[in-house]
């Protein structure tokens, strides 16, 4: 098959997830073009364009490593390509990455619901992320059971008379991007908890969220395909993150550590009352982030994070998801126009 991936851009790309999808699609022996997310161009009497960019024809390598240096390299094959030779347009670029480039947070999603208008099979699907595009606002419509208690507004005196109901202890975050970042633990000895509050409410919504003390173990990424944990041979693709002395983010690229964790009754009933909804929805790859029997976080843009898996001894999956898109590619193939690219997003 032919797919594409659309990341933040091809040169600052960093040998995560993204990056380990592209060099397992390649050792599988697909075509595989890498693009940014500014690489698409409109024109209004033909389909769009991709400025694409492919790894030499001789790249042999299972090293992920390798690849992205070949990627990146000389040799890597530069090339615009109409959009609907492809077979699968795979959106991948991380909004929160996007400082001082607000246009490149959208664009991904925004063309991808053109691409997908011509047959081009779309993951996730394009128009669920146009929906889910502020993560956390499409979060705060799954069951309050699994989730804190929040309130998001950018009224200061509702956000104070939430912080005093809970007992002067909350998290503080902006409703759009993140990443860990402006993200504020406030409790009764903060100081500048009215400046914080401008500062975040100044730049749109902000999300007040109830502070759960587990949050000290860290929390766990579950990573969801097709509304089902990854497993295979007895794994499953959990992955505990454990911050750092001193820190209450749980994020990465904020320094967190791995560490392995077990699926308990309480992440399974999260998973359970989740899935419905990104099945609908046509969310085929997410990341949900679990302290113990709350959801805090849900990823549908670019879950990440598989990267870590070797460090806790867990199989890389990278092949896992290729296969899965491999299999939505023969039925869009098979079924002729017969099934929606919301369905195929999600079906087994």
Known sequence: MKICFVLNDVATEKDGTSNALMQMAHQRGHEVYAMG??????????????????????TKTKSTKKFLEALQGPKAIKKQIDCT???????????????GRQWAEQAGVAFGRMIQQLDVLVLNDAYALSHAFIDKLYFEELPQEIKPASIITRDKDQLLDFWEKQNKKMVLKPLEGSGGQDVYLIDEHEKNTNQIIDHLSSQGYVIAQEFLPDVKDGDVRVLLLNGKIMERDGEKAIIRRVAGEGEFRSNFSLGATA?????????????????????????????????????????VLSPGGMEHFKDIGLSPFT???????????EYKNMYKGQLSNRTLATMD
């Open 37 to 58: 997310v500014g690489d698409f161009n409109f024109h209004h009497d033909k389909p769009i364009t991709i400025n694409s960019t492919q790894p030499p024809k001789d």
């Open 319 to 329: 092949d896992y998801i290729i296969e899965a898109i491999e299999r939505k590619v």
């Open 85 to 99: 030779i492809l077979d699968v347009l795979f959106i991948r670029n991380n909004p929160t990455e996007e400082e």
């Open 259 to 299: 560490d392995s964790s077990e699926l308990t009754p309480e992440m399974q009933r999260i998973v359970d009352l989740t899935a419905p909804k990104l099945i609908r929805d046509g969310l085929f790859f997410v990341g949900l982030d679990i302290v113990k029997d709350k959801l805090i976080e849900i990823n």
